[in-house]
């Protein structure tokens, strides 16, 4: 869950068409009239990465969000059952917080991909997720699309899905060198917890029904 609290607004003046912000808004709130970038306030989330591209011209500004939002797909009005078996699809608690500056849980997530919401994008509306720094809650959210057979494809040039095996990166894909280098980030001890079904700090399976050696519907791997 996400509440709006600013937006973005565009200086023609200063605006040389470059299309960096469109690029990476991951809420398809900006786009392109001839040379110049307009903003759609509805859908702009404040996340400010299209402040941080425009940052050699300056033609980006924020703004209070006139009309703030709250983003969300409260939990009585989906299935619970139909969410919880899409998380098992995708490897994810229910109530894990896969958006840690929204706090967007992958519940949501699910209920809105359930409900028809099948783009990235879409999904930043319905639920939150994204709507900052989009560091980790992408992936999550791609496994959710390709648990419940969405496959999204984008152009190279569409910095916002990371095109190059986007739905591969997670923490069982980092090599053995990249985790020793950051001992902090504990990425042994995770990878140890995923692949042992444990959640990290807590001896509770994730799901019970699907253990190390079995498919996601509990056949022999």
């Known amino acids: 869950m996400f509440e709006t609290s600013a937006v973005v607004a565009v200086s023609g003046e200063a605006c040389v068409g470059c299309r960096q912000c469109v690029a990476v808004c991951p809420a398809d709130a900006l786009s392109m009239e001839g040379r110049q970038a307009v903003v759609d306030e509805s859908a702009c989330v404040g996340c ?37 078996e899409l998380c098992r699809r995708a490897r994810l608690s229910p109530d894990a917080k896969v958006c840690v500056c929204t706090g967007t849980s992958a519940a949501e997530i699910a209920a809105a991909v359930l409900a028809g919401v099948e783009e990235p994008e879409q999904l930043t509306l319905a639920t939150g997720v994204r709507s900052k720094c989009g560091m980790w809650c992408l992936t999550p959210t791609m496994r959710l699309l390709a648990a419940h057979g969405v496959e999204v494809t984008r152009p190279y040039n569409d910095r916002r899905l990371y095109p190059d095996g986007c739905t591969d990166v997670a923490i069982w894909t980092i090599p053995d060198d990249v985790a020793d ?41």
């Open 48 to 84: 400010f990465k299209c402040v941080e591209a425009c940052a050699p011209f300056g033609a980006i500004s924020v703004v209070r969000d006139p009309n703030p939002r709250v983003l969300t797909v409260p939990a009585e009005e989906y299935s619970q059952p139909e969410v919880d």
């Open 181 to 221: 280098k950051y001992p902090e980030y504990r990425l042994r001890e995770n990878l140890a917890a995923v692949e042992s079904g444990l959640a990290l700090n807590s001896p509770t399976p994730w799901f019970p029904d699907v253990q190390p050696g079995q498919d996601l519907d509990g056949n022999p791997a």
